[in-house]
């Protein structure tokens, strides 16, 4: 595929930024840095397994169907969201709040931590779309 | 107004995005692309941002600093993908006590077809279908 906008590095830097939606289980590549990916046209659950951590990576993962996303660490326990850094996964999974969640994970400067932001326009003013951690 | 901001297509391309304030209601064009708006000067005036048409690439962000609220509005209407919903006709930074320091960002999909919504702020946002 398109590697545009891992070679701009970052969604702003491309005017499109590079949309991928996945309606199956996805282990996301390097190759896929700046990428946003969607649910667009799943019928189940997917879950998203992110790559090894690296200096660098970002990444954004956007629910249009309304079917659980799931975004998970490879390594595990190096997700830095809402008060703890020690996340494995992060999930839009809670009913009538799964279309319109917006998640934006990016690698911390070390390459040690994935830093993890809620994009979501939701009605709930400190969640948006309710993320649940693991 | 400069299009520094609207040359470069993003907000990251350039160090400093281009940023407008407006003071009444605004039909954000295209030629806007990339710009952040904000209600400086508004006071608790409200103001409806209207998005232009629909086309790949387009990205706006919008900043409460007064204490008015701000609509962001699809001219189309029903192709806005926000909260539970994919085809929602507005999203709005309207809520007391939570306008200032509101921000919300509006970015066409890849196709062209829906604006997709979201925000960089823990302020309550509210969707209209």
Sequence with gaps: ?134 | MSTTGATLGSFMASPIPLAVSKTANYVVTAADNGTVFDNSGASTTAIVFTLPTLAAGLFYEFQGIDNGSITIASALGSDMVTFNDVGANSIASSTSSEKIGSRLFVRSNAAGTKWYCGRRSSTTVTVAT
């Design chain 1, 1 to 134: 595929m398109a590697t545009t906008g891992a070679t701009l590095g970052s969604f702003g830097d491309s005017p499109i930024p590079l949309e991928v939606a996945q309606t199956a289980n996805y282990q996301v590549l390097v190759t896929d840095n700046g990428t946003l990916f969607t649910n667009t046209g799943a019928g189940a659950a997917v879950v998203f397994t992110l790559p090894a951590l690296a200096a660098g990576l970002v990444f954004e993962f956007l629910v249009t169907a309304a079917q659980s996303v799931t975004i998970a660490s490879t390594a595990g326990t190096d997700m830095v969201f809402q008060g703890n850094a020690g996340r494995s996964s992060l999930a839009f999974s809670t009913a009538s709040e799964k279309i319109g969640g917006r998640l934006r994970v990016q690698a911390n400067a070390a390459g040690t931590k994935w830093l993890c932001s809620n994009l979501s326009a939701g009605a709930n003013a400190a969640s948006g779309n309710r993320v649940t951690a693991a």
